[in-house]
């Protein structure tokens, strides 16, 4: 039987990080964490406990399991080569970054020749529901892996999916949020075409949660970011197009033909470079109001 799993390193405690890596202290985890930003991880120790490290290597020394949540891939391959002198044979790492997963098979690789094992858990549900430890979960890697990880996963989601091998648990990822990009785009077009018509939006959201239009931007989207004029859900519109990115890309290496899918990713694209960065993704609807001259709510 696998050793359990109780003395954590996590890497990357921006918006996600923060409340998954303090549920974990709240299940009684020993859990080490280390960020890029200077002073965050101290801070994290002050408001939340656990222990703060340098970098890493640090953290990981001693670590039964590095969990990471990074940006993209590339943060994870260099902490991944900064991990794999100082983890020991049997140490597994957690990659919950939404990756590319031909570079997540890659990374793998690598540190399996070390004795150290890889799963891949990527999360679905926003800062909110990491603060609650509700994500949802997608798994790819090993299954006697991915029932050493279950525990330590189950501290931070509540819906834990087993895709399939590593890299699907983030091929599964993209494509959520490709299908959560359209949808978000499809609904801004639906509101703006109605209060157009003379329709309020408001009304419109209530009755498309009411009816065959629903979805989760409609749910969770609509009237407590966009309408309000918020745009503050903690997910940044950069880390969407990165992920329709990955998502075409799996297009493209299994030979599926993407043409909506591919304009959507354009569309997101498209909002990016004319906002600029650091805006919340939701603020894409600024781009469909901009073309359409209407500004949702009513305020032109």
């Known amino acids: 039987m696998a050793t359990p799993?109780?003395?954590?390193?996590?890497?990357?405690?921006?918006n996600m990080g923060w409340p998954m890596a303090?549920?974990?202290?709240?299940?009684?985890?020993?859990?080490?964490v280390c960020d890029a930003v200077p002073g965050r991880s101290a801070k994290f120790t002050e408001e939340v406990g656990g222990n703060a490290a340098a970098d890493a290597a640090a953290a990981a020394k001693g670590a039964d399991a590095v969990i990471a949540i990074l940006p993209t891939s590339k943060q994870v391959a260099e902490v991944a080569a900064l991990l794999a002198p100082v983890l020991a044979a049997g140490a597994l790492v957690i990659d919950m970054t939404s990756g590319q997963p031909a570079k997540t098979r890659e990374i793998a690789a690598k540190l399996a020749e070390k004795g150290i094992a890889m799963i891949d858990a990527p999360v679905s549900g926003g800062v909110p529901r990491a603060k609650t430890g509700d994500l949802a979960i997608m798994l790819g890697g090993e299954t006697a892996e991915l029932d050493r990880a279950e525990p330590v996963l189950k501290a931070m989601g509540s819906s834990l999916y087993r895709?399939?091998?590593?890299?699907?648990?983030?091929?599964?990822?993209?494509l959520n949020n490709l299908s959560s990009a359209g949808t978000f785009l499809m609904g801004i077009e639906v509101l703006l075409i109605g209060q157009r018509f003379g329709l309020d939006a408001g009304t419109m959201v209530d009755v498309l949660n009411a009816s065959s239009g629903m979805s989760n931007s409609s749910q969770r989207k609509f009237k407590q970011y966009v309408l309000n004029r918020r745009f503050d859900d903690g997910f940044a519109m950069e880390l969407m197009v990165k992920d329709l990115g990955i998502a075409l890309e799996v297009g493209r290496d299994t030979n599926t033909p993407t043409p909506f899918s591919a304009l959507c990713k354009e569309m997101w694209a498209g909002a990016l470079a004319a906002l600029g960065p650091g805006h919340n993704h939701t603020a894409m609807s600024q781009l469909s109001e901009k073309l359409a001259g209407e500004i949702l709510g009513g305020n032109k």
């Not at 303090?22 to 080490?32: C, R, S």
């Open 5 to 14: 799993l109780k003395k954590l390193a996590f890497v990357g405690i921006g």
């Open 22 to 32: 303090a549920n974990l202290v709240k299940a009684g985890f020993e859990v080490t």
């Open 163 to 174: 895709c399939g091998g590593i890299g699907a648990g983030q091929a599964m990822k993209a």
